[in-house]
């Protein structure tokens, strides 16, 4: 290598050491400046590193991960336009408008078509006026309606996009006796309820000293079966089967007493899932407390979208009884708790399904116009050793106070004579 040649290598040589050297100083006081007044924090949970003499700042990996999420220029302006659009979504309205008879619900939902709750909305009625959900659960009911076309359209509320326009509906004249598809969203858990209050259903009892509390010794196409409701609790199925339970009638829901809330029993679920799986046929009862047709098209819609998933291989029944003298129904004339029955099975046989009524023999005697539910299965509640009702029947409750292995405490044990 000549001297020229080598006075070039050293002088590049030299430049490198120094570009280097400037680089690590600016980066050295770049960091120096961001940590002025900030503590050193060491991290004695770390067991790994204790005696490593590693340090680390705040803010920084090792102290606090989240770190980033408090840091606004950490997500690009697209990024926070999408997430700011995606709460826009969250909170759009929509509305849910049904008709049975001369009545509209008007149902306020969110993008999850789940009612919205905790707030005042105002609807207006074209030509009719405004409405306010005043216990604000997301529905405004407005019932003595003449018969036509509606439209429906929600005021605005602060935090919200509403719907641009109107919603057109059709008040009908009469009940037309056809589920509610959007019944779902009016059932409630017992969590959301007073269920002490709400579920008293009391019946009234026909017995005397002759009562059955034990499984009948049966003969012909009669079987053993037993209705059971959140009061049995937990039960063995399969236990229950070995004792020679053909069938089960479950309660599957019950509307509440005093508010007439639409309440799904918390035990139906795997009542009806474990009965099967045993083998045991089933069927399916709910606990009315309508006052009047509508409401009894809304118990029967409640109870198809709870049976949707299951076979039934039994009916499904009304349980029309008492609830201790102060139910919203214990009221009825002969008539009209008639009518709520005939309104609920019809309903009911409308969607597919075999419908009865349950009753005990004075409800059938006084309370009911039996002639008119004939039509339907019917099933009796008289607790004696032989019933001396003398209308038909196809089922009977023969004692409230049965005892059966796989249960614990009471339950109602029932005689089937429908031949299934």
Not at 116 to 127: A, C, I, P, Q, T
Not at 267 to 287: D, H, R, S
Not at 314 to 329: K, M
């Amino acid at each position: 290598m000549d001297s020229k040649t080598k006075k070039l290598a050293v002088t590049a040589a030299v430049s490198t050491m120094l570009f280097i050297a400037l680089t690590v100083i600016l980066i050295n006081g770049g960091a120096a400046k961001s940590t002025q007044g900030k503590a050193e924090t060491t991290v004695p949970s770390d067991t790994s590193q204790q005696g490593s003499g590693m340090v680390y700042l705040d803010g920084q990996i090792g102290n606090d991960l989240s770190a980033f999420l408090r840091d606004e220029t950490f997500f690009d302006s697209e990024e926070n336009e999408y997430l700011d659009r995606l709460r826009d979504e969250q909170n759009r309205l929509s509305l849910i408008v049904t008709s049975i008879e001369k009545d509209l619900r008007i149902q306020v939902v969110d993008n999850d078509n789940e009612p919205v709750k905790g707030e005042s909305f105002f609807v207006s009625l074209d030509g009719v006026g405004e409405y306010k959900d005043l216990d604000k659960d997301g529905v405004i009911y407005i019932g003595d309606l003449p018969a036509g076309d509606y439209e429906v359209s929600l005021k605005p509320l602060e935090g919200y996009r509403v719907p641009s326009g109107s919603t057109k509906v059709r008040v009908k004249d009469k009940v037309e006796y056809l589920v509610i598809d959007d019944i779902s969203l009016l059932i409630k858990t017992e969590e959301e309820i007073d269920a002490e209050a709400e579920d008293s259903a009391q019946a009234i009892d026909d017995a005397d000293k002759t009562e059955i509390k034990t499984a009948q010794s049966l003969t012909g196409n009669a079987v053993l079966g037993i209705d059971v409701s959140k009061w049995q609790g937990e039960i063995d199925w399969d236990q229950v089967k070995s004792e020679g339970v053909e069938f089960a009638i479950i309660r599957c829901g019950y509307r509440g007493s005093v508010t007439g809330s639409l309440v799904e029993d918390p035990y139906f679920a795997q009542n009806i899932k474990a009965a099967k799986a045993a083998g045991i046929k089933v069927g399916v009862y709910f606990f009315t407390q309508a006052v009047n047709e509508v409401e009894a098209v809304e118990e029967a819609s409640m109870v198809v979208s709870l049976i949707r998933d299951y076979e039934l291989e039994y009916p499904v029944f009304i349980d029309t009884e008492g609830a201790g003298g102060e139910g919203r129904a214990d009221g009825l004339d002969v008539g009209v708790r008639t009518a709520v029955c005939d309104a609920f099975c019809t309903t009911i046989e409308n969607a597919g399904y075999k419908a009865g009524v349950y009753a005990s023999r004075n409800w059938y005697n006084k309370r009911l116009e039996t002639a008119k539910l004939e039509k339907y299965t019917i099933w009796l509640a008289e607790y004696r050793s032989a019933p001396i009702y003398q209308g038909y029947y196809q089922m009977w409750q023969y004692t409230s106070k049965g005892s059966i292995a796989g249960i614990k405490g009471k339950v109602d044990m029932n005689i089937s004579y429908l031949g299934y």
